[in-house]
């Protein structure tokens, strides 16, 4: 084979990197440089350093070790079965490349995962060794995170975590069917037990001996899965409560949804079209009202149910559930205000600060930074009654777009 | 009247001094110029000692809560030039309990808010979208970059601290059209920008285009999203923005190629993968 230079190397491996959605590096340790002795800081919000015409944000340096891979999942370019062009780096080449990356400000840190060679030990075993050296002999103190394999030792997982700010390990498929189909040498079993494992050494390392002394830090940033969406039958239900039980069971900080994109030389067995982004940006809203505004994930999708594709969920469970509303902004509790479409956590936190002072009106709102077109059949306060509003029946029509604008392509 | 003439560098802490001691003499806000001194010019002091020609005002002693000071001096470096004056009316009013911190109602206060968040915008895209270029050996103990950036708001000096605590084991410049900070061992500090030239393409640059150009997924094509958040006035200074065009022209022609191409028959090596000898 050709000599490959470092540049082509990074071509190939940056194209293999790229159905991988998360680029966060956010939370986390607080470190920095101020001493001289070190490269990087991290522990804030993290940073986007670039946008690519997807919209999608580059904060992290996010490449392949290798994109050679011993096994065959059908929706994955690097798989054994298809013809991508294979490249490996050595531990000095992603070194180098973090950090002359780094020194100009382009990224955040690193996220690095693996094609599969050898071994899954093997594998991680060099993913980890970059970490280390990243750490140990560059003294880089920006963010890391490594994509770990299921099937590799424990030990190996333990030694990632100490390295690295943040772990995460794809469930890839919303179901155990999808996932022995599609991806026929992964268990849904193993990737549990390993998200648990990770979950356990967290909670381990941040529990005080009795001497009061604190245990090394692991994976101070949490650890995020990804799930792709559109490759296999599973409803927007199923995904979510996928994802509700991940969150509970294993703590993750994130659970990602990749809408399943067409890849260069793709497998017979996967649907061929375009990438499902509606979908799967309503996904993420859900996931949001999940986190952040006490939605259940049955309430925004019963288990066989399908997202509102041309309105957002949150609005969809405001009109499919009109006897609740009108809220009385100045009298409702946080939860209730939480569910009014077109108020934001901010603006809930607002609005509760304010009226502690004084009765709100309308105009109020506007200020407050809520978007009131959204709100105002589902609100009453001095200076607004949405009066028959609230239970017109052509309500949904008032949000739903026309049907053409709702290609993004 | 009283001219108050604030420095060009560490211009928020002698307002905030200046504040104080008018305060503290009871001097109305319409009492009050407030102005920058000229870019290369000696303070103007022409006014200096004119006696005010209101009465004073009961003297005040400037106590305000935390919050309220951080988010007042973040305000007071954006570019508007009445935000001097309006921020020494609001630290009165605050002051004295005519005006309620966080009250968005008030329309001075509103502005001011509304100032504060563009400031903090401002200072983010900084720290996102300053591209440095190494100036000086790769091989020298501390290497040395340079960059050039052109923020909206003069915003240099509360933006730079990120920059000392994330690069400590190097020097740095970070030039704008107004002024300049260095940081040299571990130092930090400020100056009137003398040159404006951007420092030259460092031979990295090359290795982030084709990272910039290979993370792309044509079949994803958004451009709205990108330029909500990469606003085209940014990309004179990033080193990848001009690669921007021809990705886009070229997406759809990708996409369609990927999407139209017969599935691929594994080559052999997948065949002998399945019975299990690689
Ligand atoms: S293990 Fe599966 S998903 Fe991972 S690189 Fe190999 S083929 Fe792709």
């Known amino acids: ?409 | 009247m009283r001219v108050i003439s604030l420095p060009r560098i560490g211009t928020v802490p002698a307002w905030r001094r200046h504040a104080r001691a008018l305060a503290a003499e009871g001097v109305p806000p319409g009492a009050v110029l407030w102005q920058l001194d000229a870019p290369e010019g000696a303070p103007s002091d022409l006014f200096a000692g004119a006696p005010a020609p209101e009465p004073p005002a009961p003297p005040v002693t400037l106590t305000l809560p935390r919050e309220a000071v951080s988010a007042i001096e973040t305000a007071l470096h954006h570019s508007d030039p009445e935000r001097f004056a309006r921020t020494y009316g609001i630290v009165l009013r605050l002051a004295r309990g005519d005006l309620r911190w966080g009250d968005r109602s008030d329309p001075a206060l509103h502005r001011l808010l509304a100032q504060e968040k563009a400031v903090r915008r401002d200072i983010h895209k900084m720290h996102a979208f300053v591209r440095f270029r190494e100036i000086g050996t790769p091989e020298a103990p501390r290497r040395t970059f340079a960059a050039w950036f052109e923020p909206d708001h003069p915003i240099v000096e509360p933006a730079s601290s990120f920059f000392a605590k994330r690069f400590g084991d190097m020097d740095w410049i970070i030039a704008t059209p107004t002024l300049t900070a260095r940081f040299v061992s571990g130092t930090l500090s400020f100056e009137e920008t003398r040159d404006t030239a951007p420092p030259a393409p460092d031979a990295t640059e090359a290795l982030w285009r084709t990272y910039f150009t290979h993370i792309f997924n044509p079949a994803r094509l958004m451009v709205s999203a990108m330029t909500s958040e990469m606003p085209r006035k940014y990309w004179k200074n990033l080193p990848e923005a001009d690669l921007i065009p021809e990705m886009i022209r070229t997406a759809p022609e990708r996409a369609m190629g990927m999407i139209e191409a017969a599935p691929t028959v594994p080559p052999k090596r997948a065949e002998k993968l399945r019975r299990g000898n690689v």
């Open chain 1, 1 to 409: 084979m050709v000599k490959r230079t470092l540049t082509d190397k990074l071509a190939i491996l940056a194209d293999a990197a790229k159905y991988d959605a998360s680029c966060a590096s956010s939370g986390g340790q607080r470190r920095n440089s101020k001493d001289g002795k070190g490269l990087g800081s991290a522990g804030g919000s993290g940073i986007c350093h670039a946008y690519t015409p997807d919209g999608r944000c580059i904060s992290l340096l996010k490449i392949l070790m290798t994109n050679f891979c011993i096994y065959d999942c059908a929706y994955c370019v690097n798989r054994a079965s298809s013809r991508a062009e294979r490249a490996r780096f050595t531990v000095e080449e992603v070194t180098r490349l973090t950090i002359e990356f780094y020194r100009r400000n382009y990224i955040e840190g690193l996220f690095l995962s693996s094609g599969i060679i050898r071994s899954p030990d093997d594998t991680m075993a060099d993913m980890v060794r970059i970490a280390r050296t990243l750490r140990e002999q560059e003294n880089f103190r920006g963010y890391i995170h490594l994509k770990t394999i299921p099937d590799a030792s424990p030990e190996l997982i333990a030694e990632a975590g100490i390295w690295a700010d943040r772990l995460s390990i794809n469930v890839e498929l919303p179901t155990e069917t999808a996932l022995s189909q599609l991806a026929p040498e992964k268990s849904a079993r193993t990737i549990r037990s390993a998200m648990a494992d990770v979950k356990t050494r967290r909670e381990a390392s941040r529990e005080r001996s009795h001497r009061g002394t604190r245990p090394r830090a692991f994976a101070p940033a949490g650890q995020s899965t990804q799930m792709i969406v559109g490759a296999d039958a599973a409803t927007d239900g199923q995904i979510l409560g996928n994802a509700a039980s991940l969150y509970g069971d294993f703590r993750l900080r994130r659970v990602y949804y990749s809408a399943f994109s067409p890849i260069p030389d793709a497998s017979r067995l996967l649907p061929l079209k375009r990438p499902p982004l509606i979908r799967e940006h309503r996904l993420y809203q859900a996931d949001w009202l999940m986190r952040f505004y006490g939605f259940e994930a049955q309430e925004i999708a019963p288990q066989g149910g399908m997202l509102d594709l041309e309105i957002d969920p949150k609005l969809a469970w405001a009109l499919a559930h009109r006897e609740m509303f009108p809220v009385d902004v100045n009298r409702a509790p946080r939860e209730l205000l939480l569910r009014v479409p077109g108020f934001g956590t901010r603006s809930v936190d607002r609005i509760i600060a304010a009226r502690r002072h004084r009765s709100l009106r309308y105009e109020d709102l506007l200020r407050i930074g809520c978007v009131l077109r959204n709100a105002q059949p589902f609100i009453t306060l001095p200076g607004w009654s949405p009066r028959a509003l609230t239970d017109s029946a052509d309500l949904r029509a008032r949000f739903a777009p026309p049907p053409e604008q709702l290609s993004l392509f």
